[in-house]
Antibody, heavy 122, light 107 residues
Framework: EVQLVESGGGLVQPGRSLRLSCAASGFTFDDYAMHWVRQAPGKGLEWVSGINWNSGSFDYADSVKGRFTIARDNTRNFLYLQMNSLRPEDTALYYC???????????????WGQGTLVTVSS | DIQMTQSPSSLSASVGDRVTITCQATQDIRIYLNWYQQKQGKAPKLLIYEASNLELGVPSRFSGGGSGTHFTLTINSLQPEDFATYYCQQNEHLPLTFGGGTKVDIK
């Protein structure tokens, strides 16, 4: 069974940093691209960042470009999101999501974790 | 960036109704349009991928259609468990983008 378990969220002051982690199990992690998707309280879904199987391709939403960094560790089956210079508008539930088995990494999201909540406030 | 516009933003329907939600893209995205269902307090669930392909395990009352810039999600014979918010998402171009959502509630 595919499992994605996010951690690392919490309350952080504006301008500070936070690192999110996603522990993956139940599938061959390095066969798949991975993504972060967020949802602000009471709002819709926003793709944040994605990374291909070998970290050779990745991208970010304009709203986080230059502040967030996606990474993965295929030896430990973990996905990460380093979030710097956090802003109140980054407050959201952050989901880790897996795409389908595919050569491309612009994908849809077949499996989702339950999310980790990030609150940016002074 | 490709903007995805869903309509309506909300609707009220009864059990047994046929419901159609539309999603319009600002550029041609061929068939790279996907639909998700999200229930309150839960993670989204993939329903339809590449415009018309039903994800494994999703009931056949859900169907998707369209190509290019105009797409539809249809729910035939709405069931009590279908009351939720539905999102479309394109994966033709980066950044990947979602529609604003359509909330389906009980009339």
């Amino acid at each position: 069974e595919v499992q994605l378990v996010e951690s690392g969220g919490g309350l952080v002051q504006p301008g500070r940093s936070l690192r999110l982690s996603c522990a993956a199990s139940g599938f061959t992690f390095d066969d798949y691209a991975m993504h972060w998707v967020r949802q602000a309280p009471g709002k819709g879904l926003e793709w944040v960042s994605g990374i291909n199987w070998n970290s050779g391709s990745f991208d970010y939403a304009d709203s986080v470009k230059g502040r967030f960094t996606i990474a993965r560790d295929n030896t430990r089956n973990f996905l990460y999101l380093q979030m710097n210079s956090l802003r109140p508008e980054d407050t959201a539930l952050y989901y880790c999501a897996r795409g389908p088995l595919s050569t491309g990494w612009f994908q849809y999201f077949q499996h989702w974790g339950q999310g980790t909540l990030v609150t940016v406030s002074s | 960036d490709i903007q995805m516009t869903q309509s309506p933003s909300s609707l009220s329907a009864s059990v047994g109704d046929r419901v159609t939600i539309t999603c319009q893209a600002t550029q041609d995205i061929r068939i790279y349009l996907n639909w998700y269902q999200q229930k309150q307090g839960k993670a989204p669930k993939l329903l339809i991928y590449e415009a018309s392909n039903l994800e494994l395990g999703v009931p056949s009352r859900f169907s998707g259609g369209g190509s290019g810039t105009h797409f539809t999600l249809t729910i035939n014979s709405l069931q009590p468990e279908d009351f939720a918010t539905y999102y479309c998402q394109q994966n033709e171009h980066l950044p990947l983008t979602f529609g604003g959502g359509t909330k389906v509630d009980i009339k």
